[in-house]
């Protein structure tokens, strides 16, 4: 029996129960079949063809435009997709960047519980920032997982990655053209305000490059115009004075003589040093760039310090606005606006101290100082965006902490922080005078801290004990910070920065539209730039050009044993205890989780 084809493979025919559309329209008609192999190709068939052909040709043609012009889009910044709703501005415009240095998602926690709490607002009335999140940041630098300001900075600064310690230098050591370099090249106006020292590793990596953080000195000659291409920083707020004075005065911190102050002033900066100073600036109506305001010898004090020391520190908010004014006024006329750096510093250190009373200040002075940019925007005739990020998450914050073996009670209590009135740094600063000078009770003295401070009434014996021991392994502000932070359940995983990404803010979606979501941190760098049409590799050639002719030392010293590159290994860590096992012996209740670093 021959084997049957497939019923498909048959061919059609009258006794076919399956014809073609052809055969089915003859058998209606009575038109005569044509052979189906010389098939007639008239007018509709060609018609066809042509139709297929330039529909083809067309979707090439918008395929290729549309890879075409996103590569343009990119081209330069590492972008990592085009502008979406609203496109890319045109013309005149500002950019304001904030950085929240240290501050990851559970510091918007707590500090929106802690302010919920202490106001008695209902749990729907948030911080500012939780109207305005858009996406995410990855932090990795290129030697950790866990990266340092100055490597994260850079990331912002250059677009690139680079090393812990790297201030806007790439792993081969080579210096990166920052956005706020090639603002100022561009004709914007440009500034830097914060509350640290104007030369730690944020400020500092856009508008200087050294090798390593702790080259503070040659920082701020950088900033103040020592520098290859030049001054390129118009206004400049924050602390950090002892940076600028000669070692032969008081309350200096150089290694040399150089009075920066002076040379500042020669170099044409306005120069204000105290809250006398700033008040004449008139909120920046009377303000005269270049601007120079060195606030602090060091720091600005904690926001929970500082409110108490109105008349002598301005607030961030206050000084961000200030800002705002004075580059606005200066580029009123011009055919460039500006482009600015605001940074809420201290919520970093306050992580670094575990110091949970001193962050959810920290924090609420930043969602008032990013309110108040909001509020410039709206007011502000050029087309301006805010961006605000942070770079890394300090201290492995948690709202959830476990003190007991037995299986805890989902619970953390604001009410304990609302009870401080002053920082652990504040406490410690004060313990560590009145226990060097050798005279009094003690421990009465580290218990009238701790009530009237930092409101603990109920401190242990064994809590004393450890605050006024002369044998203490690490800092007094250690010690308070955990008897207040175990009173209200928070937990801490380190007093260094974690690995967690952090959360990315804008005026807007629209403005913003290529940060919404996942991004890298390099990305970030990268917006800034791309949103100023400005291109970081022609300053990075303009700046290694330049220094072809400086020093080989102007970049500060290099240390040959600073890993640049690639994920360190696992070395035995756990082995080292750094003090902790000294205070769990000390407390009561065991667990206390604030070994030194």
Not at 4 to 22: G, Q
Not at 268 to 276: A, L, Q, V
Not at 434 to 449: E, M, T, V
Not at 566 to 575: A, T
Request: glycine share 10%; with cysteine; charged share 25%.
């Amino acid at each position: 029996m021959a084997r049957e084809e497939p019923l498909l493979a048959r061919p059609s025919s009258e006794r076919s129960s399956i014809r073609t559309a052809e055969e089915e329209d003859a058998l209606l008609t009575g038109e005569h079949l044509p052979n189906r192999h010389q098939p007639r190709r008239g007018w509709p068939f060609w018609k066809d063809v042509g139709l297929f052909t330039w529909s083809l040709l067309a979707t090439i043609a918008v395929i290729v435009l549309a890879v075409v012009s996103q590569h343009q889009a990119s081209r330069g910044s590492g972008s990592k997709a085009p502008w979406g709703p609203g496109g890319k501005p045109t013309g005149k415009r500002n950019l304001i960047f904030m950085v929240s240095d240290g501050m990851g998602p559970t510091s918007l926690t707590m500090t929106r519980n802690f302010r919920q709490f202490t106001e008695g607002l209902p749990v729907g009335n948030t911080l500012v920032l939780d109207d305005h999140i858009i996406g995410t940041s990855r932090t990795r630098s290129s030697s950790s997982l866990v990266t340092d300001s100055a490597a994260g900075a850079t990331a912002f600064s250059c677009g690139a990655k680079s090393y812990n310690g790297a201030i806007s230098v790439l792993p081969d050591h080579s210096p990166c053209g920052t956005v706020l370099e090639a603002a100022s090249l561009a004709g914007y106006k440009t500034g830097l305000v914060v509350t640290t020292r104007i030369t730690d590793a944020t400020p500092a990596c856009f508008a200087s490059h050294v090798n390593t953080r702790k080259s503070e000195d040659r920082i701020a000659e950088q900033e103040i115009g020592e520098h290859p291409l030049g001054r390129v920083v118009d206004l400049i707020i924050g602390g950090g004075r002892c940076h600028f004075l000669p070692n032969s005065t008081e309350g200096s911190c150089r290694g040399d003589d150089r009075d920066l102050v002076a040379e500042a002033k020669k170099g044409g900066f306005n120069y204000f040093d105290d809250r006398k100073g700033f008040d004449a600036l008139e909120g920046g109506a009377e303000a005269k760039l270049p601007l120079l305001g060195l606030l602090a010898q060091g720091d600005i004090p904690f926001e929970i310090d500082r409110r108490g020391q109105n008349d002598v520190y301005p607030s961030l908010e206050e000084t961000a606005r200030t800002a705002l004014k004075t580059l606005s006024q200066a580029t009123k006329d011009s055919e460039q606006g500006f482009f600015i750096l605001i940074e809420g510093s201290r919520i970093d250190h306050a992580g670094h101290g575990n110091d949970p009373a001193a962050q959810v200040h920290e924090v609420m002075a930043y969602d008032r100082t990013f309110a108040a940019v909001l509020d410039f925007i709206e007011k502000e005739s050029t087309p301006t965006v805010l961006v605000s990020t942070s770079d890394h998450e300090t201290g492995g914050l948690a709202a959830a902490r476990q003190l007991h073996d037995s299986y805890p009670e989902y619970l953390w209590l604001p009410g304990v922080l609302a009870n401080a009135s002053h920082s652990s740094e504040y406490a410690g600063n004060k313990l560590k005078k009145y226990l060097g000078s050798n005279k009094g009770d003690a421990r009465q003295y580290a218990r009238d801290i701790l009530e009237k401070d930092l409101g603990v009434m109920d401190a242990t014996d064994a809590e004393v004990d450890v605050l006024v021991d002369p044998d203490l392994p690490y800092e007094h502000d250690y010690v308070f910070a955990d008897i207040i932070s175990r009173r209200a359940q928070i937990g801490w995983a380190t007093h260094g920065h974690s690995g967690v990404d952090v959360n990315i803010y804008a005026s807007s979606t629209k403005d913003a539209w290529p940060l919404v979501g996942n991004n890298e941190n390099t990305d970030v760098g990268s917006f800034l730039a791309s949103y100023l049409d400005l291109s970081l590799d022609d300053v990075t050639n303009k700046l290694r050009a330049k220094a072809a002719d400086l020093s080989a030392s102007w970049m500060g010293k290099l240390d040959d044993n600073m890993r640049t590159e690639g994920l360190d290994r696992y070395h035995g860590d756990f082995k080292r205890s750094f003090g902790v096992d000294f205070l769990k012996r000390s407390l009561d209740g065991g667990e206390c989780g604030c070994g030194g670093h």
